[in-house]
């Protein structure tokens, strides 16, 4: 019998199907006996995968896997002159009479996917649709995130997004996704939520990433409905974004007099700004300093070991200078750390610098020296600072932990020493310092 059945299906393989109307239709003899039943789609490419699937799972009916002869799912519908659902008709393809009930049973137009890639949901056995909980978007994004050989810091970015992705499907079945869907969360995400579309792009990046997963490994057939989703192109996310402050603007703000208090009203806020602006470092790397982070080279340099940067390039060390060395010490070694919260159990220190900072210009009347004065902007400006003084493109990268790019053969084997560094940017660092009266007494 399966003998016979496998050489019966074999014959199938070509996919016999033809076009009736507006309709393709699957016909195909199995152990003698005639099987005809719309595709339920007039797009050449779709019939012939759900034909595929529908092959499968008559296989598996014949050969006693299934034996619910009503747990197959193929909506016989009926397509208008734009290729949309329209409503529920009885199946044009005469059927063989037989005891045995058919094997397709008409569901709801509106619950019909007009996209390919939905197909395993409505085309899969009842066993599959039991198990559909194993697809539901908090489980995979929770499993993904969970295998990803990916940063602390990153995992709690993927698991924020995926708080917000998953309420707006209802915790649906990932498999069923489609573009509509995608393009509908975007238009929430920007109306509704209020996201910038650059944090919309990581979030919609994120849960491509997690639908090619599961292409990847079998579990998503079709087109990733989350593909060529951008609303930023790569260029305008190069040119948009925190733009760099000048100096002479930003000593307007922390070279006064006024912030020189905050060196004994919130030293920890104090030393956290003018470290990041003579370093370039991320927020997150500055807030989790300890006085063992603090180094002296064979040769004298003093530098910050950074470890723990959200990317590989940004683990570093960063020169500074002795001044800023010696004050970072002498607080780190009485408090051990900053005394700073991260933001969402492991999210950053962002919150917990920039509110300060923004408190103080509020106070005194200095919200209009640039509408994007945050710690980010420091780095960015650091950054110009160095480039314009002449600095090399490879040592402003090496300091800022950028991935040069134009190296070809390994860029950490070419990474200048913390020596070279210190050599190229010290006086830099220190004239920055002198410029913003830097004290420490």
Same mark, same amino acid.
């Given at each position: 019998?399966?003998?016979?059945?496998?050489?019966?299906?074999?014959?199938?393989?070509?996919?016999?199907? /033809?076009?009736?109307?507006?309709?393709?239709?699957?016909?195909?003899?199995?152990?003698?006996?005639?099987?005809?039943?719309?595709?339920?789609?007039?797009?050449?490419?779709?019939? !012939?995968?759900?034909?595929?699937?529908?092959?499968?799972?008559?296989?598996?009916?014949?050969?006693?896997?299934?034996?619910?002869?009503?747990?197959?799912?193929?909506?016989?519908?009926?397509?208008?002159?734009?290729?949309?659902?329209?409503?529920?008709?009885?199946?044009?393809?005469?059927?063989?009479?037989? *005891?045995?009930?058919?094997?397709?049973?008409?569901?709801?137009?509106?619950?019909?996917?007009?996209?390919?890639?939905?197909?395993?949901?409505?085309?899969?056995?009842?066993?599959?649709?039991?198990?559909?909980?194993?697809?539901?978007?908090?489980?995979?994004?929770?499993?993904?995130?969970? &295998?990803?050989?990916?940063?602390?810091?990153?995992?709690?970015?993927?698991?924020? /997004?995926?708080?917000?992705?998953?309420?707006?499907?209802?915790?649906?079945?990932?498999?069923?996704?489609?573009?509509?869907?995608?393009?509908?969360?975007?238009?929430?995400?920007?109306?509704?939520?209020?996201?910038?579309?650059?944090?919309?792009?990581?979030?919609?990046?994120?849960?491509?990433? #997690?639908?090619?997963?599961?292409? !990847?490994?079998?579990?998503?057939?079709?087109?990733?409905?989350?593909?060529?989703?951008?609303?930023?192109?790569?260029?305008?996310?190069?040119?948009?974004?925190? !733009?760099?402050?000048?100096?002479?603007?930003?000593?307007? &703000?922390?070279?006064? *007099?006024?912030?020189?208090?905050?060196?004994?009203?919130?030293?920890?806020?104090?030393?956290? $700004?003018?470290?990041?602006?003579?370093?370039?470092?991320? $927020?997150?790397?500055?807030?989790?300093?300890?006085?063992?982070?603090?180094?002296? *080279?064979?040769?004298?340099?003093?530098?910050?070991?950074?470890?723990?940067? !959200?990317?590989?390039?940004?683990?570093?060390?960063?020169?500074?200078?002795?001044?800023?060395?010696?004050?970072?010490?002498?607080?780190?070694?009485?408090?051990?750390?900053?005394?700073?919260?991260?933001?969402?159990?492991?999210?950053?220190?962002?919150?917990?610098?920039?509110?300060?900072?923004?408190?103080?210009?509020?106070?005194?009347?200095?919200?209009?020296?640039?509408?994007?004065? *945050?710690?980010?902007?420091?780095?960015?400006?650091?950054?110009? @600072?160095?480039?314009?003084?002449?600095?090399?493109?490879?040592?402003?990268?090496?300091?800022?932990?950028? &991935?040069?790019?134009?190296?070809?053969?390994?860029?950490?084997?070419?990474?200048?020493? #913390?020596?070279?560094?210190?050599?190229?940017?010290?006086? @830099?660092?220190?004239?920055?310092?002198?410029?913003?009266?830097?004290?420490?007494?």
């Amino acid at each position: 019998m399966v003998a016979d059945l496998v050489a019966d299906l074999t014959m199938t393989l070509s996919l016999p199907i /033809y076009k009736r109307g507006n309709t393709f239709v699957l016909h195909i003899r199995i152990a003698g006996r005639q099987i005809k039943r719309s595709l339920a789609t007039n797009d050449p490419a779709l019939a !012939k995968l759900r034909a595929m699937q529908l092959l499968g799972q008559i296989t598996a009916d014949r050969l006693g896997q299934a034996t619910d002869k009503q747990q197959f799912l193929a909506p016989p519908v009926q397509l208008d002159s734009q290729n949309a659902i329209a409503t529920d008709v009885p199946c044009e393809i005469p059927v063989s009479q037989e *005891s045995n009930p058919p094997l397709l049973t008409p569901i709801p137009a509106q619950a019909v996917a007009r996209n390919a890639h939905v197909l395993p949901t409505f085309f899969a056995p009842k066993k599959a649709l039991e198990d559909a909980s194993v697809f539901k978007m908090a489980r995979v994004f929770g499993e993904y995130i969970a &295998v990803k050989k990916i940063k602390e810091v990153t995992k709690v970015d993927y698991a924020s /997004y995926a708080k917000d992705i998953t309420p707006f499907f209802k915790n649906s079945d990932i498999r069923t996704l489609t573009e509509r869907g995608v393009s509908d969360l975007i238009l929430h995400l920007r109306q509704e939520q209020g996201n910038d579309p650059r944090t919309i792009d990581n979030k919609i990046g994120f849960l491509r990433a #997690v639908i090619n997963h599961l292409i !990847k490994n079998g579990q998503f057939f079709g087109v990733n409905p989350a593909a060529a989703k951008n609303l930023v192109s790569k260029r305008e996310r190069r040119q948009s974004g925190t !733009k760099p402050i000048a100096y002479n603007d930003l000593k307007l &703000v922390f070279g006064d *007099s006024r912030f020189a208090k905050m060196r004994d009203e919130k030293p920890n806020i104090y030393l956290i $700004v003018m470290t990041g602006l003579v370093t370039g470092m991320r $927020v997150s790397s500055v807030g989790r300093l300890t006085a063992a982070d603090l180094k002296i *080279s064979m040769k004298g340099t003093h530098y910050i070991d950074i470890s723990g940067d !959200k990317t590989i390039a940004g683990n570093r060390d960063i020169p500074i200078p002795q001044i800023l060395f010696e004050s970072l010490h002498e607080h780190l070694t009485a408090h051990g750390n900053f005394g700073l919260t991260e933001r969402g159990g492991g999210k950053g220190y962002s919150d917990a610098v920039n509110k300060p900072i923004k408190a103080f210009l509020k106070e005194h009347r200095l919200e209009g020296v640039h509408k994007k004065l *945050s710690f980010h902007a420091f780095r960015k400006s650091f950054n110009d @600072h160095l480039l314009k003084c002449g600095v090399e493109q490879y040592i402003c990268g090496a300091v800022l932990g950028h &991935v040069d790019e134009t190296m070809t053969t390994g860029v950490y084997a070419k990474t200048p020493s #913390v020596d070279v560094l210190a050599e190229r940017i010290d006086h @830099h660092q220190i004239e920055i310092l002198n410029y913003l009266t830097f004290t420490w007494e």
